[in-house]
């Protein structure tokens, strides 16, 4: 069974600082996926990487940044933290190929004071 | 563009009534689309897709091309299918991209 595993399941910060956030899968998926899940908005893609050290933007990337060093680990970084940043995080992860389903970890609830 | 349209925020229904979450999409090929779960306190999860042409936990849910549609259907409700649902669609440009829709809080009451 696929695990995706983000680091923190709460978690509060102040404005201005710098945020990681940590996601790990344990099957070798090439493609991991940000997102963050609000009311009312769904979910909505911030980064995508298809492979090691490569990145994409998805609809929302403005204040975020990613890290892909290794195949199994995709860090979220927000540079400076804002109130308008206090969302739930979601990870996911899947295989290359056309129609794979991507596997979510429990998500991250971050709240910025 | 590729966009996704769940047109009920939330939907109450009684144990045993028939359950219908919509799903309409814009996308002019032949999409593959999902549907995912999210019961309360539980991670997302697929429950299901337009390839495998399953049915999982009771629910179907068939592709119409002419209504652009991929409505989510259960004939029995039951206390347990309370949860949060979203319906997605492949992003072309590759990657396993996906696009959400808003989703449909669905509440079974007794």
């Known amino acids: 069974d696929v695990k995706v595993t983000q680091s923190s399941r709460y978690l509060v910060k102040r404005t201005g600082e710098k945020v990681f956030l940590e996601c790990v899968q344990d099957m070798d998926h090439e493609n991991m996926f940000w997102y963050r899940q609000d009311p009312g908005l769904g979910l909505r893609l911030i980064y995508f990487?298809?492979?090691?050290?490569?990145?994409e933007k998805g609809d929302i990337p403005e204040g975020y940044s990613v890290s892909r060093e290794k195949k199994e680990r995709f860090s979220l970084i927000l540079e400076s933290a804002s109130t308008n940043q206090t969302s739930m995080y979601l990870c996911?992860?899947?295989?290359?190929?056309?129609?794979?389903?991507?596997?979510f970890g429990d998500g991250t609830r971050l709240s910025i004071l | 563009a590729q966009r996704v349209t769940q047109p009920e925020k939330l939907l109450s229904v009684f144990k045993g009534a028939p359950v219908e979450l919509k799903c309409n999409y814009s996308?002019?090929?032949?999409?593959?689309l999902f549907w995912y779960v999210q019961y309360s306190r539980q991670r997302l999860q697929l429950l299901l897709r337009h390839i495998s042409r399953e049915s999982i936990k009771g629910f179907t849910a068939d592709l119409n091309k002419g209504e652009t549609s991929f409505h989510l259907k259960k004939p029995f409700a039951q206390e347990e299918d309370s949860a949060m649902y979203y319906c997605a669609l492949p992003l072309t440009g590759g990657g396993n991209k996906l696009t959400f829709g808003t989703g449909t809080q669905l509440k079974v009451e007794l």
């Open positions: 990487s298809y492979d090691v050290k490569m990145k």
């Open positions: 996911a992860s899947s295989i290359a190929g056309p129609h794979q389903p991507q596997h």
């Open positions: 996308y002019s090929g032949s999409p593959e």
